[in-house]
């Protein structure tokens, strides 16, 4: 059944989302069992009745979208973060839930900051919202959200999940892979959120029985109806095709393993150049420069060192930027006037064509941030971090630059264009001079201004 997901965000109230569906569908037993002991793995929502309709209002409050907080993850935060996702699929009937009312979509998983704790969009409805083909999608895409350091680790998930995910079979496996990698951890000592109402006995019943039946079709709230053991779901008079739609313009959900080829191996290039037959190559009475035309054996001697605009890569001392003579704008978030189009002074004619941040703050930071994303992809923008030693952000700024987040923002793209939100970072982000409200989009313009923190990380939008 298609239940539309609507978004609203204002500077009262924060980011919110909004579900109708007829009275009829409302699953009262659910709901009520909610109300009594509200579940801390769904997003808090309430409800109101509007011509035979009820609409469902969720508050997303402080916490992030998964897809802001990807990257990579040690094998113990990375079975707490599968656990803080399965578990509550699998426990969800303490409260009279059914698995397939969560809207299993990637981009609607929600977490705190700091920690693993998951919470999930949940449609109080008898009409299956999702399906089994969903769950397998949504645990593909999270793969490519959430890596883990481990790459033996990696490959055993990305097999379960190819061949036929069941979410049991991967947690039992997660389970005894990190026993055996660390003998002080149990199998069943996971690091995830723990339920509210759930307990060893309740754990035992949940194992014995399958987490994830097929729905039942209803002939009192769908005549007609026919169920789809395959997909989990329940046909109506539409064909099957009442299910949520997802993913990308071109509606791939392929993971790609990438294999080296078995052919045979090269012959050393350059064999015998140093006898009397094969004499140094020369052009025009010169010899050749070996460096510059890829070393002796075909390769460079010493790899060109990217800029951190092009690859989010981070270096460990500071760079001094040579922008040419681009004006510094005092940070005053009182008034704001955006800088006059018509200065030459800013040399806008060396732009990338990209869409990205045109530095007008302090000159030792990068000029331009590059930010190449498509529709319904996230570009994340943090400050290097040399404890995890891990690069946690698309792009991030020097270790030492001030009032940055370790996680800082992130730009969204969607069909009405880009917006910016701020991922709870300590010193805020500042569009226009007007801070933001934690995890509440912005929709940005030509020319935006936009401050990263309030000590000198001031760009300028170009989309």
């Known amino acids: 059944m298609i239940y539309e997901i609507r978004k609203n965000s204002d500077f009262i109230t924060g980011a919110s989302l909004h579900v109708m569906i007829p009275n009829e569908d409302l699953d009262k037993k659910a709901l009520h069992t909610i109300e009594r002991d509200w579940p801390d793995f769904i997003l808090p929502f309430h409800y109101r009745h509007i011509d035979g309709q009820i609409e469902f209002i969720y508050q997303i409050g402080s916490r992030s979208k998964l897809q802001y907080l990807s990257g990579q993850r040690s094998p ?12 509550p699929l699998r426990t969800c009937g303490d409260w009279f ?12 998983l929600y977490c705190e900051k ?3 704790k998951i919470t999930y969009l949940y449609i109080p409805s008898v009409r299956a919202c999702s399906g089994k083909s969903e769950l397998k999608e949504m645990a593909a895409d999270i793969t490519r959200l959430v890596a883990v350091t481990d790459p033996e680790l990696e490959n055993m998930a990305l097999r379960l999940i190819i061949k036929d995910f069941d979410p049991d079979d991967f947690m039992q496996m997660l389970e005894l892979y990190i026993a055996a990698a660390d003998p002080d951890l149990q199998p069943g000592a996971s690091s995830g959120p723990a339920h509210a109402g759930a307990s060893d006995t309740d754990a035992d019943c949940n194992s014995a029985a399958p987490a994830f039946p097929d729905p039942e079709p209803d002939p009192d709230w769908l005549p007609g109806a026919t169920a789809l053991p395959a997909l989990g779901l329940v046909s109506g008079p539409s064909g099957g095709q009442d299910r949520i739609r997802r993913g990308k313009e071109d509606g791939s959900r392929d993971i790609v393993i990438n294999i080296p080829s078995s052919g045979q191996p090269a012959k050393k290039a350059g064999k015998g150049l140093k006898t009397k037959e094969n004499p140094p190559a020369k052009t025009e009475g010169k010899p050749v420069d070996w460096e510059k035309a890829g070393g002796l054996f075909g390769r460079k001697k010493n790899a060109r060192q990217r800029d951190p605009a092009e690859t989010g890569s981070i270096r460990e001392t500071p760079v001094e930027y040579q922008l040419p003579a681009a004006p510094i704008i005092p940070l005053n978030h009182e008034s704001f006037e955006p800088p006059d189009e018509n200065d030459t002074t800013q040399n806008l004619s060396t732009a990338p064509c990209a869409s990205g941040f045109r530095l007008v703050g302090n000159t030792v930071l990068p000029p331009f941030i590059s930010v190449s994303i498509g ?9 290097y971090d040399a404890a995890t030693g891990r690069q946690l952000s698309d792009f991030e700024f020097e270790r030492k630059t001030k009032a940055v987040s370790r996680r800082h923002a992130a730009v969204e793209r969607d069909e009405s264009g880009y917006s910016i939100v701020d991922l709870a970072s300590s010193a805020g982000t500042f569009v226009d001079g007007k801070r933001l409200l934690p995890n509440t989009p912005c929709q940005l313009g030509a020319n935006s201004r936009i401050s990263f923190g309030n000590a000198g990380a001031d760009y300028v939008w170009e989309g």
């Open 76 to 87: 113990n935060e990375y079975a707490g973060i599968w656990s803080g996702i399965l578990d």
């Open 97 to 108: 839930m059914r698995p397939y009312s969560f809207v299993l979509m990637a981009e609607h």
């Open 375 to 383: 529709q319904g992809e996230v570009f994340t923008v943090g400050r």
């Open 114 to 116: 700091n920690t693993n």
